[in-house]
Nanobody, 122 residues
């Protein structure tokens, strides 16, 4: 079973930056795509960004394009979030996909982390 642990959440003001990290069990996840999702109170969990096993393919939700950057170093995946706005406030979840590519669809996920909270004040 893949292990997924997020860290780096916190509280920032609008316009500031935050970087969240995702540590996964190396044996199973180094060859797997990884995705970031988020869920705000009262809303459904939504896709944020994903990265292929080798970092060569990245996808972003339209709402974060140009502001968020996903990257990875083997089994550790990062999400750099710049120019944060209140609408970005949510619990952010890291997820390991079954395959080497993808990770944008929740149905493709084999393992989830417990999430890390991001708060953005006006």
């Amino acid at each position: 079973q893949v292990r997924v642990t997020e860290s780096g959440g916190g509280s920032v003001q609008t316009g500031n930056s935050l970087k969240v990290s995702c540590d996964t069990s190396r044996r199973t996840s180094s060859n797997n795509a990884v995705g970031w999702f988020r869920q705000a109170p009262g809303k459904e969990r939504e896709f944020v960004a994903s990265i292929s096993w080798n970092g060569g393919s990245k996808n972003y939700a339209d709402s974060v394009k140009g502001r968020f950057t996903i990257s990875r170093d083997m089994s550790t995946v990062y999400l750099q979030m710049n120019n944060l706005i209140p609408e970005d406030a949510a619990k952010y979840f890291c997820a390991v996909a079954r395959g080497s590519y993808g990770g944008a669809s929740q149905s493709s996920i084999q393992g989830w982390g417990r999430g890390t909270q991001v708060a953005v004040s006006p």
